[in-house]
Nanobody, 113 residues
Framework: QVQLVESGGGLVQPGGSLRLSCAASGTVYSIYDMGWNRQAPGKQRESVATIFSDGSTNYAPSVKGRFTISRDNAKVYLQMNSLKPEDTAVYYC?????????WGQGTQVTVSS
């Protein structure tokens, strides 16, 4: 079992930056891919960024060039720059461990002036 805890959300003005962190615990040796999804009010959850076990990354077109995902052992980070109001959402980290996907509890990011 893998447990995930996110931190780093908050309120930021358009054009600002935030860094989200997610720490995994439990059977972390079994994790291979990690990433971030988000869900805005009234919308479906969408993939934001993934970092694969080989270190390669994938981004949603809407965040490419503005967001950067990175990983340090059992922690995954999301550096978000040039934030826009449409980035407002609850951000969830996830970890793929074998056939199972574990999710964090989510952290709110609000981009507003």
């Amino acid at each position: 079992q893998v447990q995930l805890v996110e931190s780093g959300g908050g309120l930021v003005q358009p054009g600002g930056s935030l860094r989200l962190s997610c720490a995994a615990s439990g059977t972390v040796y079994s994790i291979y891919d990690m990433g971030w999804n988000r869900q805005a009010p009234g919308k479906q959850r969408e993939s934001v960024a993934t970092i694969f076990s080989d270190g390669s990354t994938n981004y949603a077109p809407s965040v490419k060039g503005r967001f950067t995902i990175s990983r340090d052992n059992a922690k995954v980070y999301l550096q978000m720059n040039s934030l826009k109001p449409e980035d407002t959402a609850v951000y969830y980290c996830y970890a793929q461990a074998g056939p199972h996907v574990s999710w964090g509890q989510g952290t709110q990011v609000t981009v507003s002036s």
